[in-house]
């Protein structure tokens, strides 16, 4: 178990504003930021990140997404990471989603579900490395 995880804001969030409220319910949550930038995905390195979903059928639909505006990709860290976030971030479908959660309050569908988190340690490890060097991490 590690205690750091990675997460996305995506473009429909940004677009709308919601950055600073989600920073601060992960923050209120007991997480720290260990590194954080504001970016925009070329195509090409929205279809890199999500490369393991090439063989399905909406990769296409979500690189063209991912890359359709600005992100805010971030390290955070707080004990049972991985696990804590995603209880935080909520279902996938925000339909679904529990109340109070980042997906409830933000998402407008499946699709355009306002962050990403990681779904393991590993995974977290894989894509903070992505974005951030050695020493944009603290």
Request: no cysteine; glycine share 8%.
């Amino acid at each position: 178990m590690s205690n750091r995880t990675f997460t996305m804001i995506k473009p429909d969030a940004t677009s709308k504003g919601y950055t600073g409220a989600i920073l601060d319910q992960i923050i209120k949550a007991g997480f720290s930021i260990k590194a954080m930038k504001w970016i925009k995905l070329s195509h090409a390195q929205a279809g890199e990140f999500y490369a393991v979903h090439k063989e399905r059928v909406f990769y296409g639909e979500l690189v063209d997404f991912m890359s359709s505006g600005p992100i805010v990709a971030a390290i955070l860290e707080k004990d049972n990471a991985v696990a804590d976030f995603r209880t935080l971030i909520g279902a996938t479908n925000p339909a679904n989603a529990e109340e109070g959660t980042i997906r409830k309050r933000f998402a407008a569908s499946i699709g355009e579900n306002a962050v990403h988190g990681s779904d393991s340690d590993e995974n977290a490890a894989i894509e903070g490395s992505f974005f951030f060097s050695g020493l944009e991490r603290f």
